[in-house]
């Protein structure tokens, strides 16, 4: 009889685990899954720009971001999702120096290309954030952050290749 139960048992569990169903476990949740991993940063120099450790979180909903620089007193940490009912990809970035972005945007190819909304800087010129990742064929991955000003004037925030950490 406890065979029977056990079993039994065993049976429901299996049954309830494939009725659940993995809402975040789409192709669009998956866009972004290339930045996924423990990476080194380098500038385009070839110096250490930090480390960063991308990992899936909340069931594939989100995808986190740790940050830490070279020097270690710039420390960060966004959250990345697919925002389904806007059919867009969003990011929230906080750090610890008090900075905050948010991004929004979609995969274009082999690029993840998020934008913020346009603001208005000290001198009155509208302005907005650009952060451009993209899979490169070896699997590392180029970040490339962009302040854009009165829809011409570029400034070259963050460019930093990804490798993956040994």
């Not at 309830?16 to 899954?33: G, L």
């Not at 750090?95 to 000290?122: C, F, P, W, Y």
């Not at 451009?132 to 000003?149: A, F, H, K, M």
């Not at 009165?150 to 993956?164: E, M, P, R, S, W």
């Amino acid at each position: 009889m406890n065979k029977f139960l056990l079993l039994f048992c065993l049976i429901s569990l299996s049954l309830v685990a494939q009725d659940k169903k993995c809402n975040c476990c789409t192709e669009k949740h998956a866009e972004f899954d290339f930045w996924k991993g423990t990476w080194t940063v380098t500038n385009p120099d070839g110096t250490l720009a930090g480390k960063n450790i991308i990992d899936k979180i909340q069931s594939n909903c989100v995808l986190r971001e740790n940050w830490t620089s070279a020097k270690g007193n710039l420390t960060g940490t966004s959250t990345n999702f697919y925002n389904y009912s806007k059919k867009r990809w969003e990011q929230i970035w906080v750090d610890n120096q008090g900075g905050s972005l948010h991004l929004k945007g979609n995969r274009e190819g082999n690029q993840m290309i998020l934008k913020t909304d346009v603001a208005k800087n000290q001198k009155g010129e509208s302005y907005y954030h650009k952060v451009t990742w993209t899979l490169n064929d070896d699997g590392s991955v180029r970040q490339y952050w962009e302040t854009i000003t009165n829809d011409k004037d570029i400034t070259v925030a963050f460019d930093g290749l990804y490798k993956k950490a040994e």
